[in-house]
């Protein structure tokens, strides 16, 4: 039958050369990309440095232009404002104003000066000029139709009538619309200062139109415009060869326009100019304008040529590839091949074909692993030849193992299994004997149980047994819990001779541990010296190990037993637990079931000055009752110390009372004083009812587990229970009893008898709730502001105390803040820290409620315990308060009829 491919096979389809390849090749192309890399980085940068070199020279050879061009018309307008003739008959036709024939005259006259003096220059400068009054009318003009015109509202000439200067305006109405102009002014002043008239010489687009097509010679796709002051972009349409308005992009707005104000030095910039098309431009602010010059060229042209350089590039890349991949594919083909000879070699050896032997002709690593692999080859040949006789030892012992573990579980009993186990033993592994000790319930010696040297009967006649930690071997590891070999039993001094087995020359002692608790120990002997190695310990400490859980095993169905009888004894117990009446019938009832249970008990109650001791079991002397004087009275135990070791409802084990001493101590030295080893607390009360407990003690360490404790818990849980309905129905009763007295303190005060019987009739009432306790009333009156007790009882006689003002006690402090006031424990600390001033003897527990009547404080009820602490509780509080109330009322109206 042919067998299939073990789940771990691995399938190997790779190729060690096409991994070298895929490694060495982007090795070798890195350097040849990162140096085309920063070729062509150095190449953009180069670029970008030339076109921004060439923009930045044609824009400030432009700006030096327009600067000579603006100086020049700023001088020939002053030139012309100091000519006499003109200046002459500027005046007459100033003071002649706008009307009549001397006017028209004088006006004609002016021009010819002002082309005679036009006509003396290298070059004409203007092609209109301007005479406006301050009042912004055009009172003389080289064009006939804009004499008499009115600029005022225009800001561009509301600037240029303030001072000499050039600007370049594109909207100058009312002379041009839409068209670029660039205006110089010269204001003209009398003798006195004052301003007479202001010259404009207007120059038509042509000039700005020659700066532009200069700039724009710097790129067939080059562009050049303006920014003019007064918010266009003026730039030349080639279709029509003439000057319009471009509409700016969202760049040009919030990229370029911050770049234009006060940038006299010029920037470079780039953005998405018109057409969203990127450029790389220039702008430079023209002061002598009032404007910005802007030339740009598209990015794609500037980088063009790089860009046609990419298919060349892109091709010798993939040619130098496919070179140095073929040259890497053949030199890693001729090194890989002796390595899958050498692989194939191999896999048969793993196979099972164990003659494999690798070919050694290569003086190199690769030569290196084949010899190396050879040696491997040689060693697990001859390992594979010792582990077959090792194994099958090893199934031996594995099996022997087995058998053991079989008759745990087909054993009638604990000593048939012991006594098949050593037989066992000593007849699969040929030793010389084998033995189990186990150690007794009270720990002190390890008793021979069973052994293969002499047999059962042997065993019965001579009751063989070792002192846990004697000085033997036996007694050594029942006592450390440690494995114990000798190998030489002449060399051991912890050895113990045998007169029964006097061939005797290794000795191995492994300990017989449950959970960490020692039960006994198995001891091997055998004839040879030497005999127990690492390996056959470790097999004996497997056996033990399978031996202490048989161990356990048997023991847990022999307490089982005994746990059913004590479960059926603590049934009965509880039926009559249920059907106690009073706290006493219960904890009798609680007595009565631990003294048929097997092990040590005490039922204990809290309180004030200890743990009462109600009940004590002796499991030994079940017959005979302990006498009242043998049972110790109170424990001195508060119940903070009971809720510390009993955080919670469940049960406490103190498994070893000597390791771990948790307990309190009255309760441990009880424990003791019984011999015990162990023990267990269980709570036998819920929430804030008074704490009792049930302690459970056995000599046995270990005995009480969780398991053996939960008939115990149940116990303890229905014992709980129980006394909750006790405690209820004794509330119920108390307050049945605090209603009748209220009803009674109702009829006193429906039949209006004197304050004397009322205070009376309510003291008799209290005693009967609360006991015998202090009590008295305190009247206050408000107007005197003194305070009255025109009752009191100091639990020997009744008295009156006169009239006092009121102070700092707590009387005073109750009357004050009109609330109730109770003072169960540490009543002199609670006491300072209200405030109040203690006078006399403090009491114990203080409870007080106010006598209010429509939020007016007239009184209180005090009632005090001198001995006693927790005297009073919340249902005493609430009893006085309703008591007050009524109380109030009534003597309110005693007051009135009074």
């Known amino acids: 039958m042919e067998q299939a491919p073990s789940p771990t096979t691995r399938r190997f389809r790779g190729r060690l050369a096409r991994t070298i390849l895929f490694i060495l090749l982007p090795l070798s192309l890195l350097p040849v990309l990162l140096m085309g890399g920063v070729n062509l980085y150095r190449s953009y940068t180069f670029l970008r440095e030339q076109i921004n070199s060439q923009l930045s020279n044609i ?325 594979y030849r010792s582990l077959e006789s090792l194994v099958e030892e090893r199934t031996r012992q594995v099996r022997t193992a087995a058998e053991v573990a079989q008759m745990a579980t087909s054993a009638g009993s604990l000593d048939d299994l012991l006594n098949r186990t050593v037989n066992l033993i000593v007849e699969r592994f040929g030793y010389y004997d084998a033995s189990i000790f186990l150690i007794d319930e009270a720990r002190e010696f390890a008793v021979l149980r069973a052994t293969s040297a002499i047999g059962d009967a042997a065993v019965a006649i001579r009751p063989y047994k070792l002192t846990v930690g004697q000085n033997s071997m036996v007694g050594w590891v029942t006592l450390n819990n440690q494995l114990r070999v000798a190998s030489d039993v002449e060399q051991d001094p912890l050895y113990v001779k045998d007169d029964l087995l006097p061939d005797t020359r290794s000795e191995a002692v492994i300990p017989i541990t449950f959970s960490g608790y020692v039960l006994g120990v198995l001891d091997v002997q055998s004839k040879y010296s030497g005999s127990f190695g690492q390996e056959d310990t470790a097999l004996l400490q497997a056996l033990a190990n399978q031996i202490a859980i048989s161990i356990h095993n048997m023991r847990l169905l022999e307490a089982t037993k005994v746990d059913l009888e004590e479960a059926s004894l603590l049934y009965h117990a509880s039926r009559q637990i249920a059907q106690s009446e009073t706290r006493s019938d219960i904890f009798t009832a609680v007595a009565s079931a631990m003294r048929e249970t097997s092990y040590f008990s005490t039922t204990l109650i809290a309180g004030e000055e200890g743990l009462q001791v109600q009940s004590v079991s002796d499991p030994y002397n079940r017959d005979e009752m302990p006498e009242e004087s043998e049972i110790p009275g109170l424990l001195p135990v508060t119940p903070e110390e009971i809720l510390a070791v009993l955080p919670t409802s469940s049960p406490v084990i103190v498994a070893d009372i000597e390791q771990n001493p948790s307990l309190p101590g009255p309760i441990l030295e009880m424990v003791k004083a019984w011999d015990c080893q162990t023990a267990a607390l269980l709570p036998l009360t819920r929430g804030e009812d008074t704490p009792a407990l049930l302690v459970i003690a056995s000599l046995e360490k270990g005995s009480l587990t969780s398991a053996s404790l939960q008939p115990f818990a149940n116990l303890a849980e229905l014992t709980a229970t129980a006394l909750q309905k006790v405690k209820a129905v004794e509330d119920m009763e108390k307050r049945l009893s605090e209603l009748q007295m209220l009803s009674a303190t109702s009829q006193i005060v429906s039949v209006g008898t004197s304050l004397t019987e009322l205070y009376k009739s309510l003291h008799n009432q209290v005693t009967e ?130």
């Open 59 to 383: 824009v400030q050879s432009q700006a030096q232009v327009v600067g000579s061009r603006t100086a020049t018309k700023e001088n020939f307008l002053a030139s012309l404002s100091q000519e006499p003739p003109f200046i002459t008959t500027l005046d007459t036709v100033i003071g002649l104003g706008e009307e009549g024939p001397l006017f028209l005259s004088e006006r004609e006259r002016l021009l010819i000066e002002y082309e005679k003096f036009r006509s003396q220059q290298a070059e004409p400068s203007f092609n209109h000029l301007l005479v406006i009054l301050p009042d912004s009318t055009i009172l003389v003009s080289t064009k006939p139709e804009w004499q008499g015109l009115h600029v005022a509202g225009n800001m561009a000439f509301d600037e240029l009538m303030k001072r000499q200067k050039s600007a370049a305006i594109y909207n100058s109405a009312p002379l041009y619309l839409n068209r670029l102009l660039i205006l110089t002014s010269q204001p003209y002043y009398n003798r006195n200062g004052e301003l007479k008239a202001v010259l404009i010489g207007v120059s038509e687009p042509i000039e700005s139109q020659r700066i532009l097509e200069t700039a724009m010679a710097i790129h067939p796709l080059a562009k050049a415009y303006y920014f003019t002051k007064d918010g266009f972009f003026i730039g030349l349409n080639p279709l029509i060869y003439d000057l319009e308005v471009m509409q700016p992009t969202y760049d040009h707005r919030y990229k370029l326009l911050p770049l234009l104000t006060g940038n006299e030095l010029g920037t470079q910039v780039e953005f998405n100019s018109f057409d969203n098309v990127p450029v790389m431009a220039f702008t430079k602010q023209f002061p002598s304008l009032d404007a910005s010059l802007v030339v740009e060229v598209p990015r794609s042209a500037v980088y063009s040529q790089l860009t046609n350089l990419a298919p060349f590039t892109i091709i010798l890349i993939l040619v130098v590839s496919l070179a140095l991949g073929v040259l890497i594919w053949q030199g890693t083909s001729h090194q890989v091949k002796p390595l899958l000879l050498l692989a194939e070699t191999t896999k048969r050896f793993a196979e099972g074909d164990w003659q494999q032997r690798a070919v050694v002709n290569r003086n190199d690593e690769i030569g290196l692993v084949a010899h190396s692999f050879n040696q491997m080859a040689e060693e697990l040949t001859n390992l």
């Open 769 to 898: 709730i609360m006991g015998d306790v202090r009590f008295l009333v305190a009247l206050y009156n408000q107007q005197t502001q003194y305070i009255e007790v025109p009752y009191m009882y100091d639990q020997t006689s009744i008295k009156s105390i006169a009239p006092f003002p009121i102070g700092e006690g707590l009387t005073s402090i109750l009357i004050r803040t009109r609330q109730p006031l109770m003072i169960v424990e540490d009543t002199e600390n609670r006491t300072r820290e209200l405030g109040a001033i203690v006078v006399g003897e403090m009491a114990k527990s203080w409870l007080g409620v106010p006598l209010v009547v429509a939020g007016e404080a007239m009184g209180a009820i005090i009632v005090q315990d001198i001995e006693h602490e927790h005297r009073f509780k919340e249902n005493d509080l609430r009893l006085l308060t309703t008591l007050a109330a009524q109380v109030a009322a009534t003597i309110h109206n005693a007051r009135l009829l009074e």
